[in-house]
Nanobody, 122 residues
Framework: VQLQASGGGLVQAGGSLRLSCAAS????????MGWFRQAPGKEREFVAG????????YYADSVKGRFAISRDNAKNTVHLQMNSLKPEDTAVYYC????????????????WGQGTLVTVSS
């Protein structure tokens, strides 16, 4: 599966952004999907995940209550709605696909998009 992330940009603290990830190739609904982020000088970290059917979403504690992941299997897309953004959310955000049921480690994701930069100014 090929993944293409988009929607990043510059936003002020407290603002919102919606990231999108378009998938092509093998059956999108066969994969759990996730979003990761990597800030300069830091390791890539899990942000949010959603199961094959979209029935269950789960989040890193740092974004719980502010971010929401969703998917549309008919359109082969997954979204990350980011609200109440903070400067510490600044990072390159990656979407990824996994054959595992509840993946949250980056090693459990086999397919990655190219990343989209989110910058939150204070």
């Amino acid at each position: 599966v090929q993944l293409q992330a988009s929607g990043g940009g510059l936003v002020q603290a407290g603002g919102s952004l919606r990231l999108s990830c378009a998938a092509s190739g093998r059956t999108f609904s066969s994969y759990a999907m996730g979003w990761f982020r990597q800030a300069p000088g830091k390791e890539r970290e899990f942000v949010a995940g959603i199961t094959f059917s979209g029935g269950t979403a789960y989040y890193a504690d740092s974004v719980k209550g502010r971010f929401a992941i969703s998917r549309d299997n008919a359109k082969n897309t997954v979204h990350l709605q980011m609200n109440s953004l903070k400067p510490e959310d600044t990072a390159v955000y990656y979407c990824a696909a996994s054959s595992f049921a509840w993946p949250n480690a980056h090693t459990e994701y086999a397919y990655w998009g190219q990343g989209t930069l989110v910058t939150v100014s204070s």
